[in-house]
């Protein structure tokens, strides 16, 4: 892997998404923080719920930002967002008003326009409320404030997200990327191989396992990540995976992002 520049201008933000928490026995984000600080970035974590609401997220979001900003006298910071965390970022610009803080917003894998795993789960009654229950106790444990995990799954399909992007415009004051990805039967992760079956049937396209490259497409969409799951995305093995170089991924997308003057 090469060494970057990453020494943007703004600090960077990054906001994860459904499941795991920034921090704990699994890290959400890996080896991905580390390496970007080696090479000259400031990071700092979006500390929403693992399993919180959408609004509820932005929310918390929202103090993380404002944190690194007043940690860093800064104007604004460059949020990097997988996942769910891509659509928390959105509200915290566009219904938050706080537009002006962010410079830009990279997202990765975010179901923009609703993730099809979501609505076949939400079918599974009544099982999915007893494991939902039992979601919520453990994220409780594990730091989530308002964990509330049907909501969250219901906010995530395509219905709800259709109302979603039309009560969240894109700032234009803030630069928008996204790329997706298509795992292809990728055995190194079977567990989204084995999701990736039922979603590419429903979807009629390919997917990362749980969200497809059209879902993801939002503002300058810099492609698909051909091979690549959704776990791999955020260095969920924390090892490294022929075909990806998730370090190297990232380091690349913060070096552009100094290159650009955010």
Not at 3 to 20: E, N, W
Not at 147 to 160: D, F, N, Q, Y
């Amino acid at each position: 892997m090469m060494r970057q520049d990453c020494k943007t201008q703004y600090p960077i933000v990054l906001a994860h998404g459904l499941g795991f928490p920034d921090e704990g026995a699994r890290p959400y984000w890996g080896r991905i923080p580390d390496v970007l600080r080696e090479n000259g970035a400031r990071v700092y974590f979006g500390g929403q719920d693992a399993w919180g609401t959408i609004g509820g997220n932005a929310r918390q979001l929202a103090v993380a930002v404002r944190d690194a900003m007043r940690a860093e006298s800064a104007a604004r910071v460059n949020l990097i967002a997988h996942s769910k965390g891509g659509l928390e970022a959105r509200r915290l610009i566009s219904s938050m008003g706080l537009g002006g803080c962010v410079a830009s917003l990279s997202m990765l894998s975010t179901p923009n326009r609703g993730a099809p795993m979501s609505e076949m789960l939400l079918r599974l009654h009544p099982g999915i409320e007893l494991w939902s229950a039992a979601a919520e106790r453990g994220a409780r444990r594990r730091g989530d404030r308002h964990p509330s995990v049907l909501r969250a799954g219901r906010e995530i399909t395509a219905a709800a997200l259709a109302r979603f992007n039309r009560e969240n415009p894109d700032d234009s004051r803030v630069y928008y990327q996204s790329w997706g990805a298509r795992l292809n039967g990728l055995r190194a992760d079977p567990l989204m191989d084995f999701s990736r079956r039922f979603v590419d049937r429903r979807a009629g396209e390919g997917s990362d396992g749980l969200v497809t490259p059209s879902s993801a497409r939002w503002g300058r969409y810099r492609g698909t990540l051909e091979g690549v799951s959704h776990q791999m995305l955020a260095d969920a093995f924390g090892r490294d995976i022929a075909g990806f170089d998730v370090r190297g991924f990232y380091t690349q997308l913060v070096h552009e992002l100094a290159e650009m003057g955010f």
